[in-house]
C-alpha cells in the first residue's frame, strides 16, 4: 500500500513551458485535491475532486487545470508556467468529501524561472 | 470555518510532553478540531481529531476544553523527530469549506 505518490520531486521549468504534476493514490479513496505551499505559508487549496469525472475549484485555480479519469489518477497541469507558480505542490486524498483526515503525498518542488 | 491562533514557535526538551495550544473561539457546534504536522520538506500527516470528548492515539492526546473554545495537543513524551510545524484546523464535515484550511502553524522544536 504505497499511499499518495507523486512525481517528480523535483523539475524546473523556463517561463511558458506547460508539464503535468502526477498525482496517484492506492487506497480507493473518492476525494482528491492539490495544495500549493508557498515559503512561509500554509497550504492553499487549488483544485480538488469528489469522484472519477467531478473536478473544483479551490481557492487559487488560476493558471492549472485539472481531470479524474480514474479513481487512482489526479494529475495538475499548467498550461503556460510563471515565476509566480514556483511552490511545492502536494496531492491529498481521503475517503470522502466529509472526511477531514487526508492523506499526502510527499510534495513536488516546481521552480519557474 | 472558524478560524484557529496558535503560537508561532515552541520548544521542548526531549523526553518532556510537549503541549501545543490553539485558540477556535469561534467554533460552531458541528465543527471538529484536527491537528496535523509537517515535519521539514515532506507532506503534512494527520495526527489526531476530535469534536468535544477528549481522544488519544499512538502518537498524541487530543484535550478540548469544555465550551470548545480551544483545545491542546499534547505528545507525551517528545523526541527530536517530533521538531516539525504543527497545525491546528477547524472543520465541519459537512457544509464546510472543501479541503483544508491551513494557518501558519506551530514550530516545534525539541531540543536534546
Known amino acids: 500500500n504505497a499511499g499518495v505518490t507523486q512525481t517528480p520531486k523535483f523539475q524546473v521549468l523556463k517561463t511558458g513551458q506547460s508539464m503535468t504534476l502526477q498525482c496517484a493514490q492506492d487506497?480507493?479513496?473518492?476525494?482528491m485535491s492539490w495544495y500549493r505551499q508557498d515559503p512561509g505559508m500554509g497550504l492553499r487549496l487549488i483544485h480538488y475532486?469528489?469522484?472519477?469525472?467531478?473536478?473544483d475549484q479551490g481557492e487559487v485555480p488560476n493558471g492549472y487545470n485539472v481531470s479524474r479519469s480514474t479513481t487512482e489518477d489526479f494529475p495538475l497541469r499548467l498550461l503556460s508556467a510563471a515565476p509566480s507558480q514556483t511552490s511545492v505542490y502536494f496531492c491529498?486524498?481521503?475517503?470522502?468529501?466529509?472526511?477531514?483526515?487526508?492523506?499526502f503525498g510527499p510534495g513536488t518542488r516546481l521552480t519557474v524561472l | 470555518d472558524a478560524k484557529t491562533t496558535q503560537p508561532p514557535s515552541m520548544d521542548c526538551a526531549e523526553g518532556r510532553a510537549a503541549n501545543l495550544p490553539c485558540n477556535h473561539s469561534?467554533?460552531?457546534?458541528?465543527?471538529?478540531v484536527y491537528w496535523y504536522r509537517q515535519i521539514h520538506s515532506q507532506g503534512p500527516q494527520y495526527i489526531i481529531h476530535?469534536?468535544?470528548n477528549n481522544e488519544t492515539n499512538e502518537m498524541a492526546s487530543l484535550i478540548i476544553t469544555e465550551d470548545r473554545k480551544s483545545s491542546t495537543l499534547i505528545l507525551p513524551h517528545a523526541t527530536l523527530r517530533d521538531t516539525a510545524v504543527y497545525y491546528c484546523?477547524?472543520?465541519?464535515?459537512?457544509?464546510?469549506?472543501?479541503?483544508?484550511?491551513f494557518g501558519k502553524g506551530t514550530h516545534l522544536i525539541i531540543q536534546p
Open positions: 475532486s469528489v469522484g472519477a469525472g467531478i473536478t
Open positions: 484546523i477547524v472543520r465541519a464535515p459537512v457544509g464546510g469549506a472543501d479541503g483544508l484550511t
Open positions: 491529498a486524498s481521503s475517503y470522502s468529501r466529509a472526511a477531514g483526515t487526508q492523506y
Open positions: 487506497m480507493n479513496h473518492e476525494y
Open positions: 469561534t467554533i460552531s457546534g458541528n465543527e471538529y
Open positions: 476530535g469534536l468535544k
